[in-house]
């Protein structure tokens, strides 16, 4: 079982549309979760980065942890066809350890 | 304000081959980790420099090493390349001192490498 589970889709929903994205763990050590997106053949680019649990808003973006299910969630409103990328969750154990540990990514595309 | 940079962009080796991958961190960073990512994957966490010295190492093998210069830049090494080596190849930068604000890692363009 990997640390880290996430549907890898492909997910396509229409322009306008609230999309979830998810992702689980094993690992209830992790205390800092991370929302990374990444354009075709480039870097990861980091969305949002919250820590233990609760919500995090920024802009259109929202971010869930909840650390007693495993489960954390990425929300986009009103979604954007710029939106289209792979959305990568990332988790981490404490501050001093920085290995990330990544899901597979989740493939999204926003259909105008 | 110049963020990550890596060099090259993309490289082609042959298998035995020996590679050079260079990092450049953000600017005011002083840590740097390297991630390898294969097609459909995550990225996969390969080991971290700090003050020169590696500082955290993921499940790869010796073939892979590392050095971080006292400017803070880095170079991953591969040797006796193999097929299996061919992937996405990341650099994070992110700042350790104490005191610092607490914040997460942020990645460079990456290297393409495709092994032959």
């Known amino acids: 079982q990997k640390e880290v589970e996430q549907d890898p889709g492909p997910l396509s929903v229409p322009e306008g549309a609230i999309v979830s994205l998810n992702c689980t763990y094993s690992?209830?050590?992790?205390?800092?979760f991370m929302w990374y997106r990444q354009y075709s053949r480039k870097g990861p680019e980091l969305l949002m980065y919250?820590?233990?649990?609760g919500n995090k808003e920024d802009g259109r973006f929202t971010a869930q942890v909840d650390k007693s299910s495993k489960y954390i969630s990425l929300f986009i409103r009103d979604s954007q066809p710029s939106d289209s990328a792979t959305y990568l969750c990332a988790m981490r154990l404490f501050f001093g350890n920085e290995k990330l540990t990544f899901g597979t990514g989740t493939r999204l595309t926003i259909i105008p | 304000d110049a963020g990550v940079t890596q060099s090259p962009t993309h490289l082609i080796k042959t298998r035995g081959q020996q590679v050079t991958l260079r990092c450049s961190p953000k600017s005011g960073h002083d840590t740097v980790s390297w991630y390898q990512q294969a097609l459909g994957q995550g990225p996969q966490f390969i080991f971290q420099y700090y003050e020169e010295e590696e500082r955290q190492r993921g499940n790869f093998p010796d073939r892979f090493s590392g050095h971080q210069f006292p400017n803070y830049s880095s170079e991953l090494n591969v040797n006796a390349l193999l097929l299996g080596d061919s992937a996405l190849y990341l650099c994070a930068s992110s700042l350790s001192k104490r005191g610092a604000p607490r914040e997460t890692q942020y990645f460079g363009p990456g290297t393409r490498l495709l092994v032959l």
């Open positions: 690992n209830s050590a992790f205390q800092y």
């Open positions: 919250t820590y233990s649990s």
